[in-house]
């Protein structure tokens, strides 16, 4: 039953950095179901890239399991994991999030360009890019404005925007509200969860800043799902 | 939506993105330019004498009677007589026949005697005909018609005498017999700019005293003698040839080349001119090597700002990647960027090429006497353009395949 299974599966995935001073993460074992909201919390330095470019597909595991969905992630060429983050994760960093030199509704659209599935359930895409935008209380007039003039609160909502667009069942957002104030931090995942539940999209979000625990339906350490091993080679 | 990504991008970076446009705008117009100057010079040398069917004169080279005869280069190494001259203007397939003498000269000018039928029948440019822009054609018989650039050069304007030198480079003047200037031609882009025109008879009357090159001491004939004197000359240094019907052409051709009086050489201008031009045009492929130099800088120096962009746009392409572009895309993507940035140029040294030749197709002509037309893209012009599109697009493969390893190497993850 796909509503049961969980949406993201690791399973004893290892990945080691190749060069000498090597770096490797394992984790046991990960999972989110379907339409829940995890923060994962850890410090810098403590695989958290690793484990969202391997969740991404942009590294795979050298053993274990990266599932999303029904689909190991391992199983497929490069390109095909190019086309399936495409379909399946909406994603938001921590800044920069935008083409600073394209309108806000071509940043929005962009995803949809790499995933025809995606751009099929968005139906009306542009009508649905300015429903998002208003969902997620930015201007009416926002759509034709150059990314690059936005404030930063308003590029981390448009970020948002593209990463709900098409409903992907994944979002992972990167620290995407380290670079807010407290108060902008809790509205916007206000405004995030909002979309998402309407749509049974999961979010996995990292950061290293407890804080905002209250608003997850579930807070993990990455210390109790990984273990990192500098070894120097 | 790509495409409209790609041009955002080139927008946002138009300080840069301008000035390799300008570049390749420059080099485009320069080469294009260069190729109507080239062509135009082509044309122009292959106009500058049209309507006469034969040149005649004393048997030679072909290219070297053209020289002497058309572009008053070098000498006539014999002349032709009045008897042979009178011969062929005798036979029937010629229309028309215009005597030429060379010889002597005024300061660096050369002094062609003729007679008026000259004004009727030279044609330049397909079928332009001499026209004076100041004065009357000669009248008397120490008048004399001057071109456009000895009038310019040595500031003569109507009425002024001139006094015609033996010879060429010589120090022995005519000096008892001056002409008077009765005319002054119109720029025409041809050697009769640099020609003073006398008639036939005067040639014949300023020699009059004149024996082995040197003037006999203590004589000289009067001007108003010489007036009544007949003075049908011994020999011209050539004739053109206008024949009644063109079919007839080469059978007058042959039977002058083979006329058994004299030895005589008869030929079709523009084939000599052809002739002419293998040599000439040898400079010409060294024009065209050099702007296409130009051109080849031009995208190279496209190249060298793509890669200078690449480590400022890493940001760019992660973002794409992060939205699910595979590198192929961003190798695309920049691929597109540099054959936009080449089309532009393209189109705008196309654009620079016309506005430059409103501006200096009147200057030019009448500076140089080279008519450049204003006529739409040729298909050589049009591939010209389309070559240089697909070169930046091959230069730029270079930059696009560091961005694709790049782009690999970095995923979706760089922190700038």
């Not at chain 1, 199983?75 to 920069?96: K, N, P, T």
């Not at chain 2, 409103?358 to 204003?374: E, K, N, T, Y």
């Amino acid at each position: 039953m796909p509503d049961t299974a969980p949406i993201l599966h690791l399973e004893n995935a290892r990945y080691r950095w190749p060069g000498r001073a090597s770096f490797e993460l394992h984790v046991p074992a990960l999972s989110l179901a379907r339409s829940e909201t995890v923060l994962l919390l850890g410090e810098s330095g403590s695989g958290k890239s690793t484990l969202l470019s391997l969740i991404c597909g942009t590294i795979t595991a050298q053993s274990g399991h990266v599932r999303i969905g029904d689909t190991d992630v391992a199983s497929l060429s490069a390109g095909q994991r190019d086309s399936f983050r495409a379909e399946q994760i909406g994603l938001i960093f921590q800044q920069f999030n935008l083409l600073p030199f394209a309108t806000v509704q071509d940043n929005i659209l962009l995803p949809l360009q790499f995933a025809p599935n995606r751009r099929k359930r968005a139906q009306a895409r542009q009508a649905e890019a300015v429903r998002l935008c208003r969902a997620l209380g930015l201007p009416d007039d926002v759509m034709g404005v150059r990314a690059g003039t936005l404030s930063v609160g308003q590029q981390q909502r448009v970020a948002a925007a593209r990463a709900l667009i098409g409903t992907p069942p994944l979002i992972i957002a990167d620290e995407p509200t380290s670079s807010l104030d407290a108060a902008t931090q809790s509205t916007f995942l206000d405004l995030l969860f909002a979309q998402s539940r309407a749509n049974d999209t999961s979010v996995l979000m990292v950061s290293h800043d407890a804080r905002l625990a209250d608003q997850f339906d579930r807070v993990i350490h990455m210390n109790h799902i990984a273990t990192s091993v500098r070894s120097a080679a | 939506m790509i495409l409209r990504l790609a041009f955002g991008s080139l927008i946002a970076r138009a300080l840069t993105v301008g000035m390799t446009i300008l570049a390749i705008a420059l080099s485009v117009a320069l080469f294009l330019g260069v190729e109507k100057v080239r062509t135009g010079a082509k044309a122009s040398f292959a106009d500058t004498i049209s309507g006469t069917d034969l040149i005649v004169g004393a048997r030679s080279g072909s290219v070297q009677l053209l020289l002497y005869s058309v572009f008053r280069i070098g000498n006539a190494t014999n002349n032709l007589t009045w008897e042979s001259y009178q011969d062929v203007a005798n036979r029937p397939e010629v229309d028309w026949i215009v005597p030429i003498s060379l010889g002597d000269s005024h300061r660096q000018f050369r002094v062609m005697g003729t007679t008026p039928e000259f004004f009727e029948r030279y044609k330049y440019r397909s079928g332009r005909s001499l026209a004076l822009q100041d004065g009357v054609v000669m009248d008397d018989l120490f008048d004399a018609v001057i071109g456009a650039d000895v009038a310019a050069t040595l500031g003569y304007s109507i009425g002024d005498p001139i006094v015609v030198a033996h010879g060429l480079a010589s120090f022995s003047e005519h000096e008892d017999q001056p002409f008077r200037i009765s005319g002054i031609l119109e720029k025409t882009g041809t050697p009769v700019d640099r020609t003073v025109i006398v008639s036939l008879e005067a040639i014949e009357a300023i020699h009059v005293d004149w024996q082995n090159g040197a003037q006999k001491p203590g004589q000289s004939t009067p001007a108003d003698v010489l007036r009544q004197m007949d003075l049908e000359p011994q020999a011209i240094t050539a004739a053109l040839v206008g024949v009644k019907s063109r079919l007839q052409v080469f059978a007058l051709q042959r039977s002058i080349n083979e006329y058994s009086q004299e030895p005589l050489l008869a030929i079709l201008p523009g084939v000599a001119l052809q002739e002419l031009w293998q040599i000439v045009g040898i400079a010409e492929t060294a024009l065209i090597g050099v702007s296409a130099m130009v051109v080849v800088t031009a995208l190279i120096g496209m190249m060298a700002t793509i890669f200078s962009s690449l480590n400022e746009r890493r940001r760019e392409m992660a973002i794409f990647r992060a939205m699910g572009a595979r590198p192929r895309v961003i190798l695309a993507l920049l691929v597109l960027e540099a054959v936009l940035m080449a089309a532009i140029g393209a189109v705008l040294g196309l654009g620079l090429l016309y506005a430059g030749l409103m501006v200096g197709q009147p200057l030019i002509d009448s500076a140089f006497g080279l008519w450049l037309p204003i006529e739409p893209p040729t298909m050589r012009e049009g591939w010209v353009l389309l070559a240089v599109i697909a070169a930046s697009a091959i230069v730029s493969m270079i930059p696009a395949l560091r961005a694709y390893r790049m782009s690999l190497a970095d995923g979706m993850m760089v922190r700038i």
